[in-house]
């Protein structure tokens, strides 16, 4: 029981991304290709696009704003691009076929981990890299994430996946990523504050590089 609670009580705090959480996790490229780096933009593009094209406010969101703002791309090592979503407008009013079936009348795979994290994973055939998307929905005044994970780890998703909802009010300001410009929360740095509270000011590169 003592091991179990220090568990739970590790993984309800962590910081944790694909390149720096556990050991266990794929080691990670220092530099992707232009090429890579280029296919990237690419998908985060035409994934914006079927996003405005139904209705739904989104914006950078987790490390692609720090390469939004930085270099105005994804970040060298980046094998994907994080986009938030507000899942209080638009998006309460389709269905989940119709989202999904945009996704595919596009050519995209759409990877469904709403239960567990109220999140999709956009991606092409034969490509490993990927744009993932996380609903926020509004709760008095903070943002927040739903699914399995927000309840079982609740400690730790209050606080690095919650911040106050002026940082996302519309209209948004835009940022370029790539060749496109796209939107990116309100006040700079300030939502880096919110999800990375205790390491924000810092650009952290995957172990070994």
């Known amino acids: 029981m003592v091991v179990l609670s220090s568990l739970y009580a590790y993984l309800s705090t962590y910081q944790s991304s694909y390149y720096t ?27 914006r696009q ?17 390469g939004a703002r930085r270099i105005q791309g994804p970040l060298p ?14 998006f309460a009013e ?6 999904f079936a945009r996704f595919r009348a596009a050519g995209l795979n759409l990877r469904n981990k709403w239960t567990q994290s109220g999140s999709f994973v956009v991606s092409r055939d034969g490509s490993p890299l ?12 903070m943002m927040k994430r739903t699914g399995l994970e927000s ?20 209209p948004l300001p835009k940022t370029r990523f790539g060749f496109f410009n796209i939107s990116i929360p309100r006040g ?22």
């Open 151 to 170: 309840w079982l780890f609740a400690v730790n998703y209050r606080i690095y996946h919650t911040f106050p909802t002026w940082l996302v009010e519309n």
């Open 130 to 141: 990927t744009v993932d998307l996380f609903a926020y929905y509004d709760h008095g005044g």
């Open 188 to 209: 700079g740095d300030e939502i880096l504050k919110y999800l990375y509270r205790y390491n924000w000011w810092k650009e952290v590169k995957p172990k070994g590089c």
């Open 94 to 99: 389709i269905t989940f076929d119709e989202f």
């Open 77 to 90: 090592w980046d094998n994907d691009a994080d986009i938030a979503f507000d899942g209080n407008g638009r």
């Open 21 to 47: 959480n556990m050991p266990w996790n794929p080691v990670k490229k220092c530099v992707n290709t232009k090429e890579e780096t280029q296919e990237l933009v690419n998908l985060t593009f035409q994934t």
């Open 50 to 66: 079927l996003l405005d094209e139904m209705g739904i406010e989104h914006w950078l969101m987790y490390g692609s704003i720090f």
